[in-house]
């Protein structure tokens, strides 16, 4: 199973998003990460390219439903079928909105590694 | 019962320990562990400064505390300069909003959503002049939290100086300016390293000679350990990269103690008490004697490790918050303990949420309580003489050096933060750390030990406001018809010029900032001969 990790907008903070990196390598799937500020687009395209089986978007700056509303336009766009999911500093209240925007799921920070990988299983 | 002296924790049948840096710690410590020359030789104030660059230290003035704060416009940050000064607060630390710290103007598309999200939003001189006016430049000094584009900020802020009549020989202040961890940890990169150095050093070297008093970089150890590394490595890379840039100045002419002196730390702490001291002690003694053995340093202020150490917001837990009130008066303990300069803590509950004015009250009474109530005012370097922390201190002070051998052996740190080792090692650390926390190897209270259900904790933001970004944007629309064009275009041209001519940018930049060029416009300017930093993909 394919996942691509993305950290789109301008938030550097990527240890979170290194440390899932590791742990679901671990787990035996193949992991492709995209490095820091991207945009949708670009994370769509290397999606795309890598054949990509579902994506990550790692944000903790706070602009997780922005970004979300676009990447939604562009998953649309673009017709692709690959489920996505966000993780970081996420609000439980904005999970919902996350989903409603397209999101399968959304991670808040704490959560762990192996959770994420349990439901990354489970959407193959 | 047999003397424990000298035995193994084998020997005495207990089980072994080993520090995060990962050597062993003995039972027990006596004074064969000691080097005899060091702890008999060595006071406060003298070289090499083990125990304290300033020879009564706190007697004489308690470290300062400087709590970190970010406000999103600059008419806010200017409010509340005015009511600090009304205060009596002398300093503060800016923040600044991503597409500032990034490069990009607020009307880029890329900024959208991010403008004044999380610090002030600056275009051009304009922003500065609104956020420092009717502020006495002597009376306060502002310490600019600012990497990929500090050399732009910096200018601006000496050239909004210079436009009031300031004079620039006697402008204080500091700005982070440390690229090299950016590319570590944090993130906020734009150039390729070697450029991204040589614009430090081209701060450093117009400081030196035009703005002496003004601090120009914060080397931050306190990132790259938040990003993985571990103590040895924390003061290890920091240190490379402090001679990274001290190279780079050396070369221009200017000679150590032209700017040594100005060069200062920001480390991180959490974790064992005993080896955050051992590391500070070691690693001021270390410091002191690379620029002295090294480098030639004549003055002796030349030669201190002066530091800004405070709680890591590492070691913190969303889990059971309250307990990071007392993990975070451990911390200030470890930093006082430690001989620091300045200190400042994290909030107990800003892992998930706004700190609330209550908790960084609790912060700034933490420092306190230990300041009037404590007694760690009252005599230098408390733990100097103790067995186990002198026998470690030495300990530091040698693994620390070895960690530089093999950065060394990595071809020096700009290589190895282009090639992305560094990155590498210390996301694999961070991995293994973070397994060791959710497997219950490395214990954390309320986190893999003493747990007990909790409510789920809320995280919260400060909400977007989306028309102060939208002001912001208008604003900037009215500068950029404002402004003279050809002199703005013959400006950006000239930084052009001077960056394939490889001369020190401050110059063309100060120059340019005074006609309202405009961040974006400068980044642009320079990515035009420099191009961008390609991103090594490691984890």
């Not at chain 1, 995209?34 to 994370?43: F, H």
């Not at chain 1, 959560?111 to 994420?116: A, D, F, L, Q």
């Not at chain 2, 944090?186 to 991204?196: A, L, N």
Request: aromatic share 10%; with cysteine.
């Amino acid at each position: 199973m394919k996942v691509l990790l993305s950290k789109p907008g301008l938030d550097g903070h990527d240890v979170g998003v290194k440390v899932l990196a590791h742990g679901l390598k671990e787990a035996g799937f193949e992991v492709f990460y995209t490095g820091l500020r991207k945009s949708v687009e670009e994370i769509a395209e290397m999606a795309v390219k890598v054949n990509a089986d579902i994506i990550g978007l790692s944000i903790l700056s706070g602009t997780h439903l922005i970004i979300a509303e676009k990447m939604n336009d562009e998953i649309k766009k673009r017709k692709l079928n690959i489920p996505w999911v966000v993780g970081g500093n996420i609000p439980a209240k904005d999970i919902a909105s996350l989903i409603k925007k397209g999101a399968s799921n959304a991670f808040v920070t704490g959560t762990k590694v192996n959770e994420v990988i349990e439901y990354f299983k489970k959407l193959k | 019962m047999a003397s424990t002296k000298g035995k193994t924790a084998i020997e005495l049948n207990v089980k072994p320990v080993y520090l995060e840096s990962g050597f062993e710690v003995n039972p027990v410590y006596t004074s064969e562990d000691l080097n005899i020359g060091n702890l008999q030789n060595e006071m406060p104030g003298e070289y090499p400064f083990t125990r304290g660059i300033h020879p009564t230290m706190y007697r004489n003035k308690p470290f300062t505390i400087r709590q970190y704060a970010g406000f999103a416009s600059p008419e806010e940050t200017n409010e509340r300069f005015h009511f600090l000064i009304k205060n009596g607060q002398t300093g503060l630390n800016v923040a600044f909003d991503l597409p500032t710290q990034c490069g990009l103007d607020s009307d880029d598309p890329k900024a959208f959503g991010e403008v004044g999200r999380v610090g002030m939003s600056i275009d051009t001189l304009d922003d500065f002049e609104i956020a420092f006016k009717n502020i006495d430049l002597d009376k306060i000094t502002v310490s600019l939290t600012i990497n990929g584009t500090a050399i732009i900020l910096i200018a601006m802020y000496i050239a909004m100086a210079e436009k009031r009549g300031f004079d620039i020989s006697t402008l204080r202040g500091t700005a982070q300016n440390d690229i090299l961890k950016e590319f570590i940890g944090r993130g906020t990169w734009i150039f390729p390293v070697d450029t991204s150095v040589k614009l430090v050093v081209d701060t450093i070297e117009y400081c030196a000679k035009h703005v002496p008093k003004y601090s120009p970089v914060s080397v931050c150890g306190y990132h790259i350990r938040e990003s993985g590394a571990n103590p040895v490595q924390e003061m290890a890379y920091a240190f490379c990269i402090a001679k990274a840039y001290t190279d780079g100045a050396l070369k221009r002419g200017i000679t150590i103690d032209d700017f040594a002196s100005r060069l200062s730390f920001n480390f991180d702490i959490y974790g064992n008490l005993f080896e955050q001291i051992a590391k500070f002690r070691g690693g001021r003694r270390l410091w002191a004697k690379i620029i002295r053995e090294e480098y030639g340093a004549k003055k002796d202020s030349s030669c201190w490790l002066r530091m800004i150490a405070g709680g890591g917001g590492g070691g913190l837990t969303k889990e059971q918050p309250e307990n990071n009130i007392i993990r975070s008066a451990y911390y200030a303990l470890i930093s006082a303990l430690s001989g620091t300069q300045t200190m400042a803590l994290c909030s107990y509950d800003e892992a998930y949420t706004i700190p609330t004015e209550h908790s960084a009250e609790i912060s700034l009474r933490t420092m306190q309580i230990m300041i009037h109530e404590m007694g760690i005012c009252d005599t230098v370097d408390p733990l100097g003489g103790s067995y186990y922390v002198e026998a470690m201190t030495d300990r530091f002070e040698k693994e620390i050096k070895e960690e530089m051998k093999t950065v060394e052996k990595w071809d020096g740190i700009v290589n190895a933060v282009a090639n992305g080792k560094i990155q590498e090692s210390v996301a694999k650390q961070a991995y293994e750390r973070e397994m060791g926390m959710q497997k219950g190897v490395i214990p954390k209270v309320g986190v893999n030990i003493f747990t007990r259900k909790e409510d789920v904790r809320e995280v919260e933001f400060h909400p977007y406001n989306q028309k102060a970004a939208d002001e912001q944007i208008e604003k900037l629309k009215k500068i950029k018809n404002s402004r003279n064009q050809s002199k703005v275009d013959e400006c950006l041209e000239n930084i052009k010029r001077d960056a394939k001519a490889d001369k020190n940018l401050m110059y063309s930049i100060v120059v340019a900032v005074k006609e309202y060029c405009t961040v974006g416009e400068i980044v642009k300017a320079l990515k035009e001969v420099y191009g961008e930093f390609k991103e090594p993909i490691f984890f």
